[in-house]
């Protein structure tokens, strides 16, 4: 089954977020994932309002795991790391 990787994130430094989100993007991509919403417009309801949301599919839940845990992944997040506050849940998409 499908599942998204969905994160609410605070950036607090713009320069070091940028190099995570260069070199997150790819990684995500080579494990079958896409982006389907990306620091657009939103409306917080309940819970720690965050400035950026982000979503994206894969194929599977295992395979948006595998991506975290990638060695690609995980260079991009030691830029994140420090430069904003996050978090992070992949969610199994059920019909």
């Known amino acids: 089954m499908p599942a ?3 994160a609410h994130v605070t950036v607090t430094d713009d320069a070091a ?3 995570y989100a260069a070199l997150a993007g ?3 991509a080579k494990h079958g994932g896409a982006f389907i919403a990306r620091g657009g417009r939103y409306v917080q309801m309940e819970g720690k309002e965050r400035a950026r949301n982000v979503v994206a599919r894969f194929p599977s839940l295992e395979a948006a ?3 975290y845990h990638s ?3 995980q260079e991009a997040l030691d830029h994140a790391r420090g430069a ?3 978090e992070l849940v992949i ?3 059920t019909d």
């Open 84 to 86: 904003s506050e996050r």
């Open 17 to 19: 977020y940028g190099r």
């Open 71 to 73: 060695p690609e992944y």
């Open 91 to 93: 969610v199994e998409i």
């Open 26 to 28: 790819p990684a995500i």
């Open 4 to 6: 998204l990787w969905i």
């Open 65 to 67: 795991e595998t991506c």
